[in-house]
């Protein structure tokens, strides 16, 4: 079975300070990985996914097939980077379902 | 575009009462889902729909059905609520690989 874990449900950091939140995969097939953000009072959206290889905000995130995982990094927090942070899966071969990890709630003190 | 939309926006039930949660998008996406999202446990998926009157179960289904009449609606039924239903509900549609969230709602079951 699938599954995505976020091993940090809280991490603080400084403004200025590079930040990275961790996701680790277990699945056999070949996923796609996403990261979500939920700012506060906002709606769930989309940030990144992986299969683009974009940056998004500054952020950016690369999937590592050996290790399993497709850790979120930023070199410079913001403070507008305080939110939660939701890493996600989908089964390439699938229909469009993902699976979520617990998330973590990111705050960038001032 | 009004996007996916959800009512209420938060509902108070108690333990045993039925409420319909409503969902709609204008975006013309055949894939709809609804999520749940608890603390520590991040969102986790009830029911989705590929298109009009195709539904399927997620991971969590027990105690919610689901119907899918046209593409634009998706409501979600919980048919004898319980304290253990207590959540905030999301809906999303989905084109590609991006899924876009209602606003939620937050429903209490006392």
């Known amino acids: 079975a699938q599954r995505v874990t976020q091993p940090e449900k809280l991490l603080s950091v400084f403004k200025g300070a590079p930040v990275e939140l961790k996701c680790n995969y277990s699945?056999?097939?070949?996923?796609?990985l996403f990261w979500y953000v939920q700012y506060s009072r906002q709606r769930l959206q989309l940030l990144l996914r992986?299969?683009s290889r974009e940056s998004i905000k500054g952020f950016t995130a690369d999937l590592n097939k050996g290790e399993t995982s497709f850790h979120l990094k930023k070199p410079f927090a913001q403070e507008e980077d305080s939110a939660m942070y939701y890493c996600?899966?989908?089964?390439?071969?699938?229909?469009?379902?993902?699976?979520f990890g617990s998330g973590t709630q990111l705050t960038v003190l001032p | 575009n009004a996007g996916v939309t959800q009512t209420p926006k938060f509902q108070v039930l108690k333990t045993g009462q039925s409420m319909t949660l409503q969902c709609a998008q204008d975006?013309?996406?055949?894939?709809m889902s609804w999520y749940r999202q608890d603390p520590g446990m991040g969102l986790r998926l009830i029911h989705y729909?590929?298109?009009?009157?195709?539904?399927d179960q997620g991971e969590v289904p027990n105690g919610y059905n689901v119907s899918r009449s046209t593409t634009e609606d998706f409501p979600l039924r919980l048919l004898s609520a319980a304290p253990s239903q207590t959540s905030v509900y999301f809906c999303?549609?989905?084109?590609?690989?991006?899924?876009?969230f209602g606003p939620g709602t937050r429903l209490t079951v006392l």
């Open positions: 975006m013309n996406h055949e894939y």
């Open positions: 999303a549609s989905s084109y590609g690989n991006t899924q876009y």
């Open positions: 699945y056999s097939g070949s996923p796609e």
């Open positions: 729909s590929v298109g009009a009157g195709i539904t």
């Open positions: 992986h299969i």
């Open positions: 996600a899966l989908r089964n390439a071969g699938s229909a469009r379902q993902l699976t």
